[in-house]
C-alpha cells in the first residue's frame, strides 16, 4: 500500500526541539521528492520545505531557513523534519506530502501522511 | 498573510457550480503550473487538480481548473454536500520553494 505514515503527537516546551517522522511504502523511496506543510489550529497551509531523498537535497521556506533541518535516511524509507527552538505560535498539525512527478520536483503534492500534532506550551 | 489570494468563503446550493479563485502575480500563478487540494475538517489535504486543469486519477471530473493571467480559478459544478470543505491553490513561488493560498471555506447550502 503507498502510503507515508508520521510519528505521534508530540508536547514540547518553548526553546526545545522536535523530530517528526515519516515513513514511505508502497514505492520506491528514493524517486519522489517529499515536502514538509504545516498547519496551525484553524488556519491555511503552510509550505515549510522539501528533500530529494536520493541525493539528500534540500530547500526550505525563508521563514525557517536557520530553524528547521530535513533529512533522510534511505535504509529505512524515511525522512525527518527537525525543528528547533520551538515558540507558541509553531503549535500547529506538520504534515509530509510525496511530490507527484518522479524525479521532479513540481509542488504538486499528491501522498499525504495523516500529520503529526506538535504542542508547543510551558 | 499568503502571496496568493483566495476568497475566505463561497456557498452554493446542491447541484449548483461554484468558482473558488486564486490570485497571485507573474512570480507565482501567472508563470507558474498551480494546484488545488480539497480539506475536509480533521483530515489531511487531497490533491485534486494539477497542472492548472488536470484532475488526478479518482478525481470526479466535476472538479475543474483553470488559469488566465495571474489568477487561477477552481470550479465545483453538480455541487454535492461532500465538496463542503476547504480550498487551497499551490504554486511555485520561485528560489525553489513553494505557496500556499490562504484558503477558502466552501458551504452547501
Known amino acids: 500500500q503507498v502510503q507515508l505514515v508520521q510519528s505521534g503527537g508530540e508536547v514540547k516546551k518553548p526553546g526545545a526541539s522536535v523530530k517528526v517522522s515519516c515513513k514511505a511504502s508502497g514505492y520506491t523511496f528514493t524517486a519522489y521528492y517529499v515536502h514538509w506543510v504545516r498547519q496551525a489550529p484553524g488556519q491555511g497551509l503552510e509550505w515549510m520545505a522539501w528533500i530529494n531523498p536520493d541525493t539528500g537535497g534540500t530547500d526550505y521556506a525563508q521563514r525557517f531557513r536557520g530553524r528547521v533541518t530535513i533529512t533522510r535516511d534511505t535504509s529505512v524509507g524515511t525522512i525527518y523534519m527537525d525543528l528547533t527552538s520551538l515558540e507558541s505560535d509553531d503549535t500547529a498539525v506538520y504534515y509530509c506530502a510525496r511530490d507527484w512527478s518522479s524525479g521532479k520536483n513540481v509542488g504538486f503534492f499528491d501522498l499525504w501522511g495523516r500529520g503529526t500534532l506538535v504542542t508547543v506550551s510551558s | 498573510q499568503s502571496a496568493l489570494t483566495q476568497p475566505r468563503s463561497v456557498s452554493g446550493s446542491p447541484g449548483q457550480s461554484v468558482t473558488i479563485s486564486c490570485t497571485g502575480s507573474?512570480?507565482?500563478?501567472?508563470?507558474?503550473?498551480v494546484s488545488w487540494y480539497q480539506q475536509h475538517p480533521g483530515k489531511a489535504p487531497k490533491f485534486i487538480i494539477y497542472d492548472v486543469n488536470k484532475r488526478p486519477s479518482g478525481v470526479p471530473d466535476r472538479f475543474s481548473g483553470s488559469k488566465s493571467g495571474n489568477t487561477a480559478s477552481l470550479t465545483i459544478s453538480g455541487l454535492l454536500s461532500e465538496d463542503e470543505a476547504d480550498y487551497y491553490c499551490?504554486?511555485?513561488?520561485?528560489?525553489?520553494?513553494?505557496?500556499f493560498g490562504g484558503g477558502t471555506k466552501l458551504t452547501v447550502l
Open positions: 507573474s512570480n507565482n500563478v501567472g508563470g507558474y503550473s
Open positions: 499551490s504554486t511555485y513561488a520561485g528560489s525553489y520553494t513553494f505557496v
